[in-house]
């Protein structure tokens, strides 16, 4: 079993539905992270947080620590949301867990 | 606008040549750290390095090797490159400062590297 779980693997929803995509993880982190990967590779961080809940335009990051679960929300989903969506734990002071990912397709 | 650059972009060894591929970090990063994206996978974190010294290593053997410069440069080097090293390869960099992972990473853009 992975250390960083997400799901669904892929997603594919029509423009202006409500989105979420799912993390869990299984070890003791000191902050998770939300991360965007456009096709060719690109990362762009979106969210850091180790509680609670953080929103930054159509996106909102959600952590509950006691369950070990993350979701990410994109409201009002537009075609140029379609991207991998990963998932990434900081374990201690040494390294990122990263998810295998959730590919995003919005249909206009 | 990242600010953090990588070279190559693209990149073809064969099976037992060696390789470096180049990052450069945002000035005043003293944190970065690389990682491994095999094809449909999340990435795989190798090692990090901080003000210059090796900060935490993955799962990954020996011939993976990095170094890190005084001006924000970095380096990862693979010796006796094996199939199963073809991958995209991204390193990131953070302000760095603690030895946290905990500060938010910015990513290169990755080099492709595929060994025949």
Known sequence: KNEVEQSPQNLTAQEGEFITINCSYSVGISALHWLQQHPGGGIVSLFMLSSGKKKHGRLIATINIQEKHSSLHITASHPRDSAVYICAVSQGAQKLVFGQGTRLTINP | ?116
């Open chain 2, 1 to 116: 606008e990242t600010g953090v650059t990588q070279s190559p972009t693209h990149l073809i060894k064969t099976r037992g040549q060696q390789v470096t591929l180049r990052c450069s970090s945002q000035s005043g990063h003293n944190t970065v750290s690389w990682y491994q994206q095999a094809l449909g996978q999340g990435p795989q974190f190798i090692f990090q390095y901080y003000r210059e010294e090796e900060n935490g290593r993955g799962n990954f053997p020996p011939r993976f090797s990095g170094l890190q410069f005084p001006n924000y440069s970095s380096e990862l080097n693979v010796n006796a490159l094996e199939l199963d090293d073809s991958a995209l390869y991204l390193c990131a960099s953070s302000p760095g400062t603690s030895r946290s992972y905990t500060d938010t990473q910015y990513f290169g853009p990755g080099t492709r590297l595929t060994v025949l």
